[in-house]
T-cell receptor, first 113, second 110 residues
C-alpha cells in the first residue's frame, strides 16, 4: 500500500490567496483526520471525517478554513483567504474503525508570505 | 477540558544511556493512550496502551500505562543517535479524536 498521500508537499503563497491541500487516505480506511503542526502550538486536530461525513470540526480555527471529503479516497482542506499565521505543516491521517492507530501522510509544508 | 502533558520538553543524552519520557493525561472518556515518534517527517506509530501495568515492548523501546495515576512512560534503553526525534503522546478526546501533548525532543549524542 502506498500509504496516505498528500499534495502538494510544499506550498508558498502570498497573503490573501486561496490554498487547497489534498489528501488520499489508505484504501479501506474509513476515518480521515486533518492536523496542523507549528512550533508554538504543536500538533492540533482540525477536523475528522467518518465515511466521508465531517464528525467534529471544532478544531478548525476560523471560517477561512474549510474541508471536504467528496468520496472515500479524496479529501481537501482549503484556506481562503490565507494569512501568514496559517504557515505550518498540515498532516492528513487515516485509520480503520476499531483500530486506533492513525497513519500519517508526509505532510504539506505551507508558507504564507 | 481534556489535556495531555509531556515531560521533559527536551532531553540530551549520550549513546548508550537509558531515557524515560513521561506523559500524564486528563481525559473524560479514556480508551487508550498512543505514543508516536516524529523525526523530520510525519509521526510514526509506536505503541497503543489500553490496560494498566502491561508493558509493551519493541526492541529497545518499551512503554507502560498507569490508569490509576493517569500517566504513561516510554523507556528507551541503550540509546542510539537514530533515536533522536520528538516523541509524542496522545490521549482520546471524544470519539475517535485524539489530542497530542507538545512532545519531548530527544537528542542522542554520539
Amino acid at each position: 500500500d502506498a500509504g496516505v498521500i498528500q499534495s502538494p508537499r510544499h506550498e508558498v503563497t502570498e497573503m490573501g490567496q486561496e490554498v487547497t491541500l489534498r489528501c488520499k487516505p489508505i484504501s479501506g480506511h474509513d476515518y480521515l483526520f486533518w492536523y496542523r503542526q507549528t512550533m508554538m502550538r504543536g500538533l492540533e486536530l482540525l477536523i475528522y471525517f467518518n465515511n466521508n461525513v465531517p464528525i467534529d470540526d471544532s478544531g478548525m480555527p476560523e471560517d477561512r478554513f474549510s474541508a471536504k471529503m467528496p468520496n472515500a479516497s479524496f479529501s481537501t482542506l482549503k484556506i481562503q483567504p490565507s494569512e501568514p499565521r496559517d504557515s505550518a505543516v498540515y498532516f492528513c491521517a487515516s485509520s480503520f474503525a476499531g483500530r486506533e492507530t492513525q497513519y500519517f501522510g508526509p505532510g504539506t509544508r505551507l508558507l504564507v508570505l | 477540558e481534556d489535556k495531555v502533558v509531556q515531560s521533559p520538553l527536551s532531553l540530551v543524552v549520550h549513546e548508550g544511556d537509558t531515557v524515560t519520557l513521561n506523559c500524564s493525561y486528563e481525559v473524560t472518556n479514556f480508551r487508550s493512550l498512543l505514543w508516536y515518534k516524529q523525526e523530520k517527517k510525519a509521526p510514526t506509530f509506536l505503541f497503543m496502551l489500553t490496560s494498566s501495568g502491561i508493558e509493551k515492548k519493541s526492541g529497545r523501546l518499551s512503554s507502560i500505562l498507569d490508569k490509576k495515576e493517569l500517566f504513561s512512560i516510554l523507556n528507551i534503553t541503550a540509546t542510539q543517535t537514530g533515536d533522536s526525534a520528538v516523541y509524542l503522546c496522545a490521549g482520546p478526546s471524544g470519539t475517535y479524536k485524539y489530542i497530542f501533548g507538545t512532545g519531548t525532543r530527544l537528542k542522542v549524542l554520539a
